[in-house]
């Protein structure tokens, strides 16, 4: 998974995306497009300015004695800007604005590969071991896989597009995720979610639903499910916010987290993976590297080498596997 710039092959990777839809719409296209041509304009549809509404609600309770924890609610304003487009390979990046302040807040990114050889999976704490992944799933199948704020990894999942009755739902298989950070800070009785996300596109934007189940993992292999949670993200295009403090900072910024991208890519790009030696809340990097970030924006430079010391410190190559 080695990065490339959004300006690299511009005209091919137009062609894959929103070409054949114009074609279409004018009656040129004489054809339907291949699966992999409507998949890859299937994902670039989720950009593009939005207001976003997250909710997150505990369903079953399966640990006894257990009491459901309170609905989470929240939002905010966030664009989606495509950072790389190749037929088979697509980048999204998320940035928040504040509506008030015009703040810009560097967010989630998702990436998504078209029959992807490998892909990272938490497997312990701070910990992901990067495997292969079974053929039989892999099979005209994207795998999507999101990022901290940091473009530390998160998780993956693998699954195909569906266009039944004219709806564009893309499923992912069960995965390993850590604990949003949500929960970082108020919850200790569980240490993974155990997750199947789905993401469907709308008349108004799109929405990512996870499935998820909170574990509590032994040091042993033990598993304890504590309970079943509805995670819904909303996604509605907006005109009323002005995304131009957004569009400014990744302007300002991209060539720096293109290079903080490549350095992950280092661990991630093959076995066996990375470990962090952060707290679960990543803040040891997450703090550095924005303020190199801001300083750029600032006008001032931020050397290769500040980069390096910031990974020297938290990052090392996970521990190799012997049986999984």
Not at 16 to 23: E, F, P, V
Not at 95 to 121: I, M, N
Not at 154 to 176: E, F, H, M
Not at 297 to 302: L, M, P, T, Y
Request: charged share 25%.
């Amino acid at each position: 998974m080695k990065p490339q710039t959004a300006s690299a092959k511009p005209r091919r990777a137009w062609h894959y995306g929103s070409a054949w839809l114009l074609l279409a719409s004018s009656g040129i296209a004489h054809a339907q497009p291949s699966d992999l041509q409507r998949d890859h304009a299937s994902i670039l549809a989720m950009k593009g300015e939005y207001i976003v509404d997250f909710a997150f609600d505990e369903t079953v309770l399966l640990k006894p004695g257990y009491e459901r924890a309170p609905a989470v609610r929240s939002g905010g304003n966030e664009v989606v800007i495509v950072i790389e487009d190749r037929p088979e390979r697509i980048v999204l990046q998320h940035l928040l604005v504040d509506g008030k302040s015009g703040h810009v807040t560097k967010h989630w990114r998702q990436d998504w590969v078209y029959q992807a050889p490998t892909r990272f999976e938490f497997s312990a704490d701070q910990t992901w071991q990067v495997r292969t992944i079974d053929p039989a799933v892999n099979a005209g199948a994207w795998t999507q896989c999101v990022y901290e704020v940091s473009d530390a990894p998160r998780y993956c999942g693998t699954g195909k597009w569906d266009y039944s009755n004219g709806v564009a739902t893309w499923t992912s298989d069960l995965s390993w995720r850590p604990l949003p950070r949500r929960e970082y800070t108020r919850r200790s009785d569980y240490n993974a979610l155990a997750v199947v996300n789905r993401h469907t596109l709308t008349p108004n934007g799109w929405t990512h639903e996870q499935f998820n189940t909170k574990i509590l993992r032994g040091a042993g292999g033990s598993q304890q499910q504590i309970a079943r949670e509805f995670g819904f993200n909303d996604y509605n295009r907006t005109t009323e916010v002005d995304f131009k403090p957004a569009y400014e900072y990744w302007k300002a910024t991209a060539d720096y987290w293109a290079k903080v991208r490549a350095r992950w890519d280092g661990f991630l790009g093959q076995a066996p993976g990375v470990h962090l030696k952060t707290k679960p809340d990543g803040m040891a990097m997450i703090i550095p590297l924005f303020t190199q970030a801001q300083d750029l924006q600032d006008g001032k430079k931020v050397k290769d080498a500040d980069i390096d010391k910031v990974f020297r410190q938290w990052v090392e190559k996970a521990p190799a596997e012997t049986v999984r």
